[in-house]
C-alpha cells in the first residue's frame, strides 16, 4: 500500500527529499511549510521595483566539487557561470578577499612573489599556537595579528555576537588564504547562479504527480496530523520539543533595503570589516545574474544579530553550551517513532546549499532501502553528534 508521508519545511531539505522519494518509492507526499512562498532561506523573487532577481534571505552562491550534484541540480534549471569575487572595506580602503597575493601586497605596500609573500605571513604567524582551537587561533596561526585584526576580528565579532576566541575554527576554514592572485571566493570545480532564481530550481523539484504542498501551514509537533506514516522535519530541533531544554543558540540577519541607479558598488558582495560599521555587508543582486541588464539597482545593507523567539534562525553558532544541549535533543529525537530529522536547522549544522542537497539525496537512498528491507529507519540525516 502506498506510504504517506509528511515533509515539514519546503527548504532545499524537504523538496530534494520528496524529489527522490516519490521516485524511488510507492508513496504520497505533502510538504508543508509555515510561510507564503517555498524555498527556505534560499528563496528567491524578482523584486517588484526593478525586475532584479533578489536573494530574500541573503546571498546564496551554489558551488560543488560533485558533479552529481552539480548536474542533479541543473536538471531542474540551467545554472549560470558565476564567480563570487568579495572585496572588503578596511579602514576606508577596498582589498579583495578571500585574503590573496594582492591583498597581502596591498595591505602591506609590498610587492611580493607568491614564495616571498608566504616567507612574510610566517614571520608574522603566530608560532607559539600550534593546535588552533578557536576561531582567533585558527587566524593568528595562519595570517597573523595585523591582516586578522584588519579583515577579520570586527566583521566576526559582528556577525556572531562574541569574542572569535569563543568560536569554533572551523568557521575561519571556509575562507582560504592564498599566495596567488586568484580572488575567486570559491575554491570549488562548479560554481554558477539558476538562470530562473533558486525558488524555481525548487519548484520544478516537487512539480511530479504524488507531491502536494500547502503553504501558510504551521507543523506544531505536540499535536502531529494524523493519517502520515512517516514524518520528515526540517525545522529547528528545539522548536520541535517546545526548547524544553533551553533553546539553541541562532545568529539572524536583517536587511536595510535600498535603491540606486545604474550600479552602486560595483560587485555583488562588499564587506565591511570594521566594528564602527554597524552593518557586515553590502549586497547588490543584480550582480549575481550579469547576463541580465537591469537600469536601476536594488541593495541590502545587512545586519547580525542574537536570534529571539520571533526571529528566523539563520547562522547556528555552536558554542560549547549549543552542542551539550544539541546532544539533549539528540538523544530525544532517538527516542521516537515515525519522525526523522534532517537539514540545516534539524541537525543544527552550518551547511552549504550543496552539503543540504547531497545529504537530502543520501537519506532518501538510505531511508528507501531500510524501508524496502525493513530494517531500521534511520532518524537523521547525519550521523555526528556533535
Ligand atoms: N569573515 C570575516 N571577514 C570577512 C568575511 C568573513 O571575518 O570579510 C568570517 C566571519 O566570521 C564569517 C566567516 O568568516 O562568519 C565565514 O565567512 P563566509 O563568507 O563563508 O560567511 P557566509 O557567506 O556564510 O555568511
Keep these: 500500500m502506498a506510504q504517506r508521508f509528511l515533509i515539514v519545511g519546503s527548504g532545499f531539505s524537504g523538496c530534494v527529499l520528496a524529489n527522490q522519494l516519490v521516485q524511488q518509492m510507492d508513496c504520497t507526499i505533502t510538504i508543508w ?3 507564503n512562498h517555498i524555498g527556505g532561506n534560499c528563496h ?17 552562491i551554489f558551488n560543488t566539487d560533485k558533479k552529481e550534484i552539480w548536474d542533479y541540480v541543473n536538471s531542474f534549471v540551467p545554472f549560470r557561470p558565476y564567480v563570487h569575487r568579495v572585496k572588503a572595506n578596511s579602514k576606508g580602503k577596498i582589498y579583495p578577499l578571500p585574503v590573496n597575493l594582492q591583498t597581502i601586497n596591498q595591505y602591506f605596500n609590498q610587492s611580493f612573489n607568491p614564495s616571498a609573500a608566504k616567507a612574510f605571513l610566517a614571520t ?34 559582528k556577525q556572531w555576537g562574541c569574542e572569535p576566541t569563543a568560536l569554533p575554527a ?11 592572485y586568484d580572488d575567486n571566493y570559491h575554491t570549488n570545480t562548479y560554481t554558477g547562479i539558476p538562470e530562473d532564481g533558486y525558488s524555481a ?13 500547502e503553504l501558510n501551514r504551521r507543523f506544531d509537533p505536540a499535536a502531529p496530523p494524523p493519517g502520515f506514516d512517516h514524518i520528515f522535519y526540517t525545522g529547528p530541533l528545539d522548536a520541535y520539543f517546545s526548547h524544553v531544554h533551553g533553546r539553541l543558540g541562532y545568529r539572524t540577519v536583517t536587511f536595510e533595503k535600498f535603491y540606486a541607479d545604474g550600479d552602486y558598488q560595483g560587485l555583488s558582495q562588499m564587506n565591511y570589516c570594521d566594528e564602527s560599521v554597524p552593518y557586515t555587508r553590502i549586497t547588490e543582486h543584480k550582480h549575481f545574474t550579469p547576463w541580465e541588464q537591469h537600469q536601476q539597482t536594488v541593495c541590502f545593507r ?5 536570534t529571539t523567539p520571533d526571529d528566523i534562525p539563520y547562522y547556528p553558532k555552536r ?24 537539514g540545516r536547522l534539524a541537525t543544527y549544522r552550518y551547511m552549504d546549499m550543496h552539503h543540504v542537497i547531497g545529504e537530502a539525496l543520501a537519506f532518501a537512498r538510505s531511508f528507501s532501502s531500510a524501508h524496502r528491507e525493513g530494517s531500521p529507519l534511520p532518524i537523521f540525516a547525519n550521523v555526528e553528534n556533535g
Excluded at 302 to 306: T, V
Design 33 to 35: 511549510d509555515e510561510r
Design 44 to 60: 528567491t523573487e524578482r523584486d517588484e521595483k526593478t525586475g532584479v532577481m533578489v536573494h530574500q534571505y541573503g546571498p546564496h
Design 124 to 157: 608574522l604567524a603566530d608560532k607559539s599556537i600550534t593546535d588552533p582551537k578557536d576561531f582567533e587561533e585558527q587566524a593568528l596561526h595562519f595570517i597573523g595579528r595585523e591582516l586578522y585584526e584588519a579583515f577579520f576580528y570586527g566583521y566576526t565579532k
Design 170 to 180: 572551523s568557521i575561519l576554514k571556509r575562507i582560504p588564504v592564498r599566495f596567488n
Design 201 to 213: 530550481v525548487m519548484e520544478k523539484m516537487i512539480a511530479i504527480n504524488g507531491i502536494t504542498v
Design 302 to 306: 545587512e545586519f547580525s544579530k542574537e
Design 319 to 342: 558554542l560549547e553550551t549549543d552542542k551539550n544541549l544539541l546532544l539533549q535533543y539528540r538523544f530525544d529525537a532517538e527516542q521516537l517513532k515515525g519522525v526523522s530529522f534532517l
